[in-house]
């Protein structure tokens, strides 16, 4: 899988700005979470069963946000939503999913956790160029945070079907739920007020 | 149920002042949230249960804020952790147990979740006056969003033991988690940079 194939897609890259989140900070958000090594290979595993999947997924969690006028309006200028925006966004939110699974925590990671939260609120608009031109600002922060619901509920038919059985199928998706939270709790670091995050 | 057995509770007291998020705003974050109805019937089984049992959940919670001195240190002074200051907010911990199992989603249950904002951040040692002073002048958002998950997780065994069916006991920690993230959220208001909420 080449990043190029993805617009946009730049984790890793040189262009990713250091995080201003410390590793330590990162350590103790882990810690609220129950965060444990087990988590790591439920997330591993998972991403085995997401990741093919991905394409179906996504399709859910589209026809959700088009299902909600003030969700799609965050892709929309006032003549309609940019088709060529959400399926620009398409791409790197499938491999988001995959990401999410393989993640390291390592500076490389929280970095790009930081380069999201700012394409989510500073600079939501350049990365796509003109497919974004004429669509909001930046997306309200209440909506991403409460968007770790759907985007944990909705995997669950996806690990059941893996043929998994009940106690790994749970370890998955509780572990997906704590990544999810985890990485909004990170995104909320640029909408917060000096100092407050 | 009195009211003034609680220190500093103030739900529903013409005190409380008007929250600046409107119900239409609640009503698109409990949309993301796949609210329903559903939801509401599953949390009043739920606050059967946990009520009277909040003492026991309050133990397990405040064993786990014991255990972590980055949160621990919210209610400490530099000699150590305020006693009084962690009792006086222990109770009104237990009501919002029940309060999140009642709640009615109206203007007065919006108002107080503005309240708790406040006091999370803007006002934080001013509810507990002598009690809670020279602990640090607000909470960090990042420990707020993140206790989401162990303040779900933990009531887990809580609401399997009430004899419930699996499913009922899934319902009923699935709609825990939703009113949870869904007031996390609300929590967020204050923190955030001008309109980014």
Chains 1, 2 share one sequence.
Request: proline share 8%; with cysteine; charged share 25%.
């Amino acid at each position: 899988m080449s990043q190029v194939e993805i617009p946009g897609y730049t984790y890793g890259q040189p262009s990713v700005q250091p995080s201003p989140v410390s590793m330590e900070d990162l350590e103790h958000i882990q810690s609220c979470l129950l965060w444990s090594d087990e988590d790591v290979q439920a997330l591993r595993r998972a991403g085995e069963i997401l990741g093919p999947r991905k394409e179906e997924i996504l399709d859910v969690w589209y026809g959700f946000v088009a299902s909600q006028p003030h969700l799609l309006a965050y892709f929309s200028r006032p003549d309609g939503p940019s088709q060529e925006y959400l399926q620009r966004v398409r791409a790197r939110f499938g491999r988001w999913i995959e990401d999410t699974c393989r993640a390291e925590y390592d500076q490389r990671w929280l970095d790009y956790q930081e380069e999201i939260a700012q394409r989510h609120f500073t600079r939501k608009n350049q990365t796509d160029g003109a497919a974004a031109e004429g669509t909001p600002p930046y997306i309200h922060w209440r909506y991403i945070n409460a968007l770790v619901y759907p985007i944990y509920a909705t995997v669950r038919p996806f690990l059941e079907q893996s043929g998994e059985p009940p106690e790994m199928v749970e370890k998955m998706h509780q572990a997906w739920l704590k990544a999810v939270l985890l990485q909004a709790t990170l995104w909320a670091r640029p909408y917060a007020k000096n100092e407050a995050w």
